[in-house]
C-alpha cells in the first residue's frame, strides 16, 4: 500500500447531505446578510434626506417667521411651518432610530466577518469534515498485515 491509498470507504450519503445542507445555509445567510447591510444604506440615504427636508422646513418655518411680523404671512401660515417644522424633526428622530438598529445589526463587520455568516461557515467545514472522515487513508508506505472488519447490519 502507498501512503495515502485508501484502505475503507464508508457509506457517505449522510454526510454528503449534510454539506449540502449547510452549503445552503451558508447561502441563505450570506443572501440575509447582504439585505441587512442593503437596508443600512438604504436607511442612510433616507437620513440625509430627511435631514434636507429639516433644514428646508427650518428655512420655510424663518421666512414665514420673519413675514409675519410685517403682517404680510397670517399667524395661521406661521402655525402650519412650525408643524411643518416639527413633523420634519420627528422623521428626522425615527430615521436616525432606524438607521442605528440597523447599524446594530451589522456592526462594523462586513459580509466574510459577520458573525452569522462565520458560523454558517464553521457549519460547512465540519460537514466537509465529516464527509472527508468517510474515507479512511493509509497513513503511511507499508503492507496491511491484519484487517478485521465487523459487518453491521441496519
Do not use: C
Not at 44 to 56: G, H, S, T, Y
Not at 66 to 79: F, H, I, K, P
Amino acid at each position: 500500500m502507498q501512503a495515502g491509498q485508501e484502505l475503507v470507504r464508508l457509506d457517505a450519503t449522510d454526510a454528503g447531505i449534510a454539506l449540502q445542507d449547510a452549503e445552503q445555509q451558508l447561502a441563505r445567510t450570506v443572501r440575509q446578510t447582504r439585505t441587512v447591510f442593503a437596508n443600512r444604506d438604504q436607511l442612510a440615504a433616507l437620513v440625509a434626506q430627511r435631514r434636507a427636508d429639516l433644514d428646508r422646513a427650518q428655512a420655510d418655518f424663518n421666512r414665514r417667521k420673519d413675514l409675519a411680523a410685517t403682517g404680510a404671512v397670517s399667524s395661521e401660515e406661521v402655525g402650519h411651518a412650525r408643524d411643518a417644522l416639527k413633523a420634519a424633526r420627528d422623521a428626522l428622530i425615527a430615521a436616525q432610530k432606524s438607521l442605528a438598529a440597523s447599524a446594530a445589526l451589522v456592526g462594523r463587520t462586513a459580509i466574510a466577518d459577520n458573525p452569522d455568516v462565520q458560523a454558517a461557515a464553521t457549519v460547512v467545514e465540519r460537514a466537509w469534515l465529516a464527509l472527508q472522515r468517510t474515507r479512511v487513508r493509509a497513513p503511511l508506505t507499508g503492507y496491511l498485515a491484519k484487517r478485521g472488519v465487523q459487518l453491521v447490519s441496519a
